[in-house]
């Protein structure tokens, strides 16, 4: 392999990895240049068992998209609609509760719940959202409302950002799931989303939730009109907001997937660029803790091999996941935690149940132990 790592001209990269060094933008954009994608994925692998040894994590988890009811309508989503579509949808805080209800005989420890930017919904609806879930499930954790959700809900409540995390994090709010952040380039979100909050936007929300103690994750969506030093460009600055706060958990890149969206003519990514961009961000972004082959998007067995390029997580059960579906994905809509177990453990990782906050549930840790 080092012979191979020295034809791709990435020894110096290596031996920085090696001494536990920080990449430079330089080194980042070296590795997504670089054809070798077996040399890039040695050496994420080198990072992901550095800072996780053989742990590969996943969650038992349920997703609620509260509406998909949508002002933004971003040119490269297949979720958005606008309130007079015939698929747009909201539920009410009734259907929330039974959503909730449905799976009270299941181990749940983590609730994810993201939706669009309804332009109607009030301020107290997110709030009695979050206290619904707590009162039917009080032990659940609630990971919910992007970024641009909440610097909506900032809007709507005419307040802080810190006061309106307040009012979440007193109604239920446990952390904030890592969407909305696309690729940060003005040049992308003018193209693309251009009525969608700024990077600097929600990199200034995800700071003022960590300074609250609230943790959250962090993603990019790649595999559109972005350039490789856009994407690096987003890492970057990713990783000089974790220097700052400390408060990012995972990184997740995001495939883009084309069908149902305004970018439809634009081909669907490939599993090398996919494994390519978890190994590079795995490599670049030293101060995150997890790197998520998310594989609701990437499907299960290229999640399985992303284990070896540099991710350490799969995500979890999820079940009724809509945002990836709606775009064309072809995956499952859930895994069961002795599928996940047996996924991980085929690919030569050590399945570890966590809740949100990657505190163990249950260690699979010998080959004899069932979920």
Request: aromatic content about 8%; proline content about 4%; glycine content about 8%.
């Amino acid at each position: 392999m080092r012979e191979l790592i020295d034809k791709a001209g990435l020894a110096d990269i290596l031996d920085k990895v090696e001494a536990r060094e920080r990449l430079s933008v330089e080194d980042g954009l070296a590795l997504y240049q670089s054809p070798e994608l077996l040399a890039v994925g040695y050496i994420a692998n080198r990072v992901r068992e550095q800072k996780n040894g053989d742990h590969a994590y996943f969650i038992y988890n349920q997703h609620i998209n509260y509406s998909n009811i949508c002002t933004n309508l971003c040119k490269f989503c297949a979720f958005g609609k606008d309130a007079s579509s015939p698929l747009a949808y909201e539920m009410s805080i009734d259907d929330i509760r039974r959503k909730v209800e449905e799976r009270l005989d299941e181990p749940i420890t983590e609730i994810h719940m993201v939706g669009g930017i309804h332009p109607e919904l009030p301020f107290d609806y997110y709030l009695d959202a979050l206290r619904t879930i707590k009162e039917v499930r009080p032990s659940v954790h609630i990971q919910a409302f992007t970024c641009v959700e909440i610097a909506h809900l900032a809007y709507l409540a005419g307040r802080s950002l810190a006061d309106t995390l307040r009012e979440l994090m007193a109604a239920g709010l446990g952390s904030i799931p890592g969407g909305g952040a696309e690729v940060f380039s003005p040049r992308i979100r003018a193209k693309t989303c251009e009525k969608k909050l700024s990077g600097e936007g929600w990199l200034e929300v995800a700071k003022t939730a960590h300074r609250l103690g609230l943790k959250s994750n962090a993603t990019m969506l790649y595999g559109h009109i972005e350039t490789l030093e856009e994407r690096i460009e987003h890492l970057d600055m990713l990783r000089r907001a974790q220097d700052e706060t400390g408060g990012f958990m995972t990184f997740i890149p995001l495939a883009f997937h084309p069908k149902n969206t305004e970018m439809a003519h634009l081909a669907k990514g490939s599993g090398v660029e996919d494994l390519k961009n978890i190994a590079v961000a795995r490599c670049f972004l030293d101060n995150f803790p997890h790197i998520k082959a998310y594989w609701v998007m990437l499907g299960i067995k290229l999640a399985q091999v992303a284990l070896s390029f540099g991710a350490d997580d799969i995500d979890g059960t999820v079940k009724e996941e809509i945002i990836t579906h709606m775009a064309g994905g072809e995956s499952e809509q859930a895994q069961s935690r002795q599928q996940l177990v047996r996924l991980i453990r085929e690919a030569g990782r050590v399945p570890i149940e966590r809740d949100t906050l990657y505190r163990v549930v249950t260690s699979y840790q010998e080959e004899g132990a069932r979920p």
